[in-house]
């Protein structure tokens, strides 16, 4: 996981990352427990995965992400957690199943332990995959980022929306 984003976020996204033994990683990973959720091919490789981390302790949005959102409300609660670090590393040959399994994971992992809403932090195309995915991300704000735009938004959790994401990837839910 740690070396997909180190390809996807260093190398073709050109993202400003600190990048060691062909591994990304940072001070959330080290020192701050996340939760990670990873879907994998059947050969065992990286498909997809992302980052969560409870809002009641340090969070990219809260540390990193203020400065571009300097109006926002700090947005935090034991039933709230902040996604980060989507990465897909998709192969023409894969399903597109596999950013439903990983949103369907994030769906039962949520529910079964009472977080009721997810943030994050998002660029505008990310939206049109999130909305394919069958999530409808509330915008709290918005703002810009290497000349591009970004957006913080919450998505509610429920077993509606974890059933409507498993229906439109074709998974049993």
């Known amino acids: 996981m740690v070396r997909a984003r ?23 990973d080290r020192e701050y427990n996340p939760l990670y959720i990873v879907v994998e091919r059947p050969d065992g490789s990286h498909a997809t ?17 203020h400065r571009f959102f300097p109006d926002c409300p700090d947005i935090y609660g034991s039933n709230i957690w902040e996604v980060t670090r989507y990465c897909a590393t998709y192969r023409k040959e894969d399903p597109a199943a596999y950013t439903g ?8 992992i949520c529910l079964d332990g009472g977080i009721d809403v ?18 409808d991300p509330v915008p709290v704000t918005t703002s810009v980022w290497d000349d591009k735009p970004i957006v913080l938004g919450t998505f509610e959790m429920s077993e509606a929306r974890m ?10 839910s």
């Open 6 to 28: 180190a390809d996807v976020f260093h190398t073709r996204m050109n993202w400003d990352v600190k990048v060691e033994h062909e591994r990304e990683e940072d001070e959330y």
């Open 49 to 65: 995965s992302i980052r969560l981390l409870p809002t009641t302790g340090p969070t990219m949005l809260r540390n990193v992400f």
């Open 101 to 108: 399994e990983l949103f369907v994971k994030l769906s039962e």
């Open 118 to 135: 997810v943030t994050g932090v998002f660029f505008k195309p990310m939206y049109r995959i999130l909305m394919r995915s069958g999530w």
């Open 163 to 172: 059933r409507d994401i498993a229906h439109r990837y074709a998974l049993a």
